[in-house]
């Protein structure tokens, strides 16, 4: 009798012990990677961001500045160590945009009319989540090559929840630690993946890096690769505006993608292939033209308004030829980004918003965000189609 309860006993506590050891793997193989920490002593380059957030977002985030901050910090345990930068929030603001928040491509196009990003290294858009399981990072989020603007989503973990709550083998509190663990790595994994892409970075095909098309829970760094084109503009956007040398930025980019065997996604590799050979001015295998620095602003074009472009202040005026020198380089998005703070100062400048319709179209945005950009020209002109896609002057 003695040796059946002995036996019992053992196959009971077998049975437990295979159990926790069972609940254990199964927690360790949901819980995020590890982003890291930013060392208090490891300052680096001070980053300022200007936040965006619409009301959606703001509803569904309690706390929704303390929860940005804390995205913020997370990012920063991967960008301190890696580039030496810091992130931090200059300014918090409302958007109260027009359209829904289900868009990001046109949530991104009305955050660049809006906030021209002076003062600031990002402007970042806080929108509204899909209440829905969404791994893919562009519906979770959303940036322009090599430019400070991103929009991000507020992580709605609902539909995860709903699946981790059937684990009845994890405990209570359990869950409930791991389901934060994860909202918080997804959100914060998100901003990087954005940031990497206003960078230069280029999605990758491998899963432990935050550049994946898709979120992976154990992404949890960039690979060196994608590091070299980050720290290229990096070095880029720390020059004076005026001292900047584009062209030889991008031919520095092109030679790295072109060089580097790295797992890139082939498809999006040869997509940042042509546009930065479009905005060089070549062809593939073609030598590089020679830098053309665009003509500066003469006396007389300061003393007079650019061709129908009334109401232009001086110092507008000045930036709006230059403006048109950077496109007649071949620079569409150097000149957009000359031009950009016009664009919402004068939205009734027929030549202005011409402008922002040309360039919109010559760095090849999607088709409905060049909609989004060209409908002010399109209202000022009655809707004329020949004028809306009219070539450069």
Request: hydrophobic residues 40%.
């Amino acid at each position: 009798m003695l040796a059946l309860w002995v036996c019992g006993c053992a196959a009971y506590d077998s049975r437990w012990l295979q159990q926790r050891q069972e609940r254990k793997k199964r927690v360790e193989d949901l819980e995020p990677a590890r982003l890291g920490a930013a060392r208090s002593d490891e300052l680096g380059r001070v980053m300022r961001l200007r936040v965006h957030a619409t009301p959606r977002f703001i509803a569904e985030t309690p706390d929704w500045k303390a929860r940005v901050d804390e995205m913020v910090q997370d990012a920063n345990g991967v960008l301190t160590p890696a580039l030496k930068i810091r992130a931090t929030v200059f300014d918090y603001r409302g958007w109260n945009r027009e359209g829904a928040d289900d868009d990001l491509a046109t949530a991104l196009v009305e955050l660049e009319g809006m906030d021209a990003g002076e003062e600031v290294d990002w402007v970042v858009g806080f929108v509204g989540s899909i209440p829905r399981i969404v791994t893919g990072f562009s519906n979770l989020g959303r940036a322009r090559m090599r430019r400070k603007h991103f929009v991000l989503r507020a992580i709605n973990n609902r539909a995860e929840y709903d699946v981790i709550s059937q684990m009845t083998i994890v405990s209570e509190s359990e869950r409930a630690e791991l389901l934060r663990n994860r909202k918080r790595h997804k959100a914060a994994a998100v901003m990087l993946h954005e940031i990497g892409h206003t960078l230069g970075a280029v999605h990758v095909t491998d899963g432990k890096t935050i550049m994946r098309p898709k979120y992976d829970a154990h992404g949890s760094s960039f690979a060196g690769f994608n590091l070299e084109l980050m720290r290229l503009s990096l070095e880029y956007r720390a020059q004076p505006v005026a001292e900047r040398d584009t062209r030889t930025y991008l031919r520095a980019v092109v030679r790295h993608l072109e060089k580097t065997r790295a797992p890139w996604v082939g498809s999006d590799r040869d997509e940042e292939l042509a546009s930065l050979r479009a905005e060089l001015g070549v062809t593939r295998g073609a030598p590089a033209a020679p830098p053309k620095a665009p003509e500066p602003p003469t006396e007389a074009t300061r003393a007079s308004s650019p061709p129908d472009a009334p109401g232009l202040t001086t110092e507008e005026r000045a930036i709006f030829a230059a403006a048109l020198a950077l496109e007649k380089a071949n620079d569409p998005s150097g000149a957009r980004d000359k031009a950009l703070p016009l664009f919402s100062a004068h939205p009734k400048v027929i030549a202005v918003q011409h402008l922002r319709c040309r360039l919109a179209t010559a760095i090849g945005l999607v088709w409905h965000a060049i909609k989004t950009e060209c409908e002010p020209f399109r209202e000022l002109t009655g809707g004329s189609s020949s004028r809306w896609f009219g070539g450069a002057r």
